[in-house]
């Protein structure tokens, strides 16, 4: 069940690592990073990024990364990143989806700090792209 409390604590810790967020205080059901910073070998040194946390969050890792369209990385378009996809909600607001999920998420529930959180997952799915 989401936690909104937690929820809005774990994505203005976000907030301090890549500024400017857009998010919903009454239903942060999702939340858009403004300016994400992307790995080298991209054809853009940043882009709109929004996750779409899912119903259980924070019990359950974000649910789907949404990226800008239009990116490519290397000359190359990633398998994983998808200009359209039926189904999915933000694809329709003109982001990509990008395949990515959260394997292991353990959050602790008494400390957003002291387990998997927002920041946790947003790193990981940096990597994913970096190493893509």
Same mark, same amino acid.
């Given at each position: =069940?989401?936690?909104?409390?937690?929820?809005? +604590?774990?994505?203005?810790?976000?907030?301090? &690592?890549?500024?400017?967020?857009?998010?919903?205080?009454? #239903?942060?059901?999702?939340?858009?990073?403004? &300016?994400?910073?992307?790995?080298?070998?991209?054809?853009?040194?940043?882009?709109?990024?929004?996750?779409?946390?899912?119903?259980? %969050?924070?019990?359950?890792p974000p649910?789907?990364? %949404?990226?800008?369209?239009?990116? $490519?990385? &290397?000359?190359?378009?990633? !398998? $994983? %990143?998808?200009?359209?996809?039926?189904?999915?909600?933000?694809?329709?607001?003109? %982001? +990509?989806?990008? !395949?990515? $999920?959260?394997?292991?998420? &353990?959050?602790?529930? $008494?400390? =957003?700090?002291?387990?998997?959180?927002?920041l946790s997952?947003? #790193?990981?799915?940096?990597?994913?792209?970096?190493?893509?």
């Open positions: =069940m989401r936690n909104p409390v937690r929820t809005i +604590a774990e994505i203005r810790l976000l907030s301090t &690592h890549f500024g400017e967020l857009d998010f919903s205080e009454v #239903n942060p059901s999702s939340v858009e990073i403004c &300016h994400f910073p992307l790995p080298k070998g991209y054809n853009r040194a940043e882009c709109r990024v929004v996750i779409d946390l899912g119903p259980e %969050y924070p019990e359950l649910q789907d990364f %949404y990226l800008d369209r239009g990116l $490519h990385k &290397h000359g190359q378009v990633s !398998s $994983h %990143y998808f200009n359209k996809f039926d189904g999915k909600r933000y694809c329709n607001d003109g %982001y +990509a989806w990008y !395949s990515f $999920h959260v394997k292991k998420w &353990h959050p602790n529930p $008494h400390s =957003m700090l002291g387990g998997d959180n927002l997952a947003v #790193n990981a799915f940096y990597n994913a792209l970096k190493t893509d």
